[in-house]
C-alpha cells in the first residue's frame, strides 16, 4: 500500500544537537510539506517543496532546513538554532497543484529536548 | 487571501448525543474544503471534502458536512458520536498562493466523548 511513512516516532534532542527527522513516501506525489504541531496552535507550515532540488519557506522556518534531492524523500533538520523545537512534527504529501485532492500525511514524529 | 477559523477549541458531549464542530473560512474565489481527523500521536486523516455539486457531504463513518456559501461556513455534524469519535478535528481549505496550492488549517477542535 501507498503511504507516507515517518521515522522515527520519538526523537529525543540535547541542547544544542542538530537532528534529522525522515519523511519517505511512495505516492508517486510531487509536493511534500512540513508541519509543526504544536498544542492549540493548529497546524503551521515549515516548508514545503514541489519539485526535486526545489523548496520553499512556510511561515515558521527559521531554525529548519529542508532538502529534496529525491522525489520519494524530503527530510528536515531541526537545527540548534532552533530555540524551542519540543513539538509533534507531520509530514504531507499531495498532487501537485491538485487543489481538490487534499494532502496525505504521515503520523508524525514527536521531538523532545532534554 | 483564504482562512479558517475554528469557533470552538474544545467541544465535549456525551456518548449518543450530537455533535457540531464549526468552520468558517474566508475567501473570494471558489474553494475546496475538508475536514481531517486526528487521533493521539497520529497523523491526520482525511474524513471528508467538498469540491462542487451538492453543498452536503457524507463521510463513512457517519459524520456530514455542510457547505453554505452565503454564511463561509463548512460545519461538521454527527447524529450520535461514539466514544470512539473521541480526536482532534481539523478544518481546512485550499489556498493559492506563489503559483501553488497549499491547504491552510484552522486551528483544530478536539472533541471529547464522555460515557
Known amino acids: ?114 | 487571501a483564504q482562512s479558517v477559523t475554528q469557533l470552538d477549541s474544545q467541544v465535549p458531549v456525551f456518548e449518543e448525543a450530537p455533535v457540531e464542530l464549526r468552520c468558517n473560512y474566508s475567501s473570494s474565489v471558489s474553494v475546496y474544503l475538508f475536514w481531517y481527523v486526528q487521533y493521539p500521536n497520529q497523523g491526520l486523516q482525511l474524513l471528508l471534502k467538498y469540491l462542487s455539486g451538492s453543498t452536503l457531504v457524507e463521510s463513512i463513518n457517519g459524520f456530514e458536512a455542510e457547505f453554505n456559501k452565503s454564511q463561509t461556513s463548512f460545519h461538521l455534524r454527527k447524529p450520535s458520536v461514539h466514544i470512539s469519535d473521541t480526536a482532534e478535528y481539523f478544518c481546512a481549505v485550499t489556498r493559492f498562493s506563489g503559483g501553488a496550492q497549499k491547504l491552510v488549517f484552522g486551528q483544530g477542535t478536539r472533541l471529547t466523548i464522555n460515557p
Open chain 1, 1 to 114: 500500500d501507498g503511504g507516507i511513512t515517518q521515522s522515527p516516532k520519538y526523537l529525543f534532542r540535547k541542547e544544542g544537537q542538530n537532528v534529522t527527522l525522515s519523511c519517505e513516501q511512495n505516492l508517486n506525489h510531487d509536493a511534500m510539506y512540513w508541519y509543526r504541531q504544536d498544542p492549540g496552535q493548529g497546524l503551521r507550515l515549515i516548508y514545503y517543496s514541489q519539485i526535486v532540488n526545489d523548496f520553499q519557506k512556510g511561515d515558521i522556518a527559521e531554525g529548519y532546513s529542508v532538502s529534496r534531492e529525491k522525489k520519494e524523500s524530503f527530510p528536515l533538520t531541526v537545527t540548534s538554532a532552533q530555540k524551542n523545537p519540543t513539538a509533534f512534527y507531520l509530514c504531507a504529501s499531495s498532487i501537485l497543484n491538485r487543489g481538490n485532492y487534499g494532502y496525505t500525511f504521515g503520523s508524525g514524529t514527536r521531538l523532545t529536548v532534554v
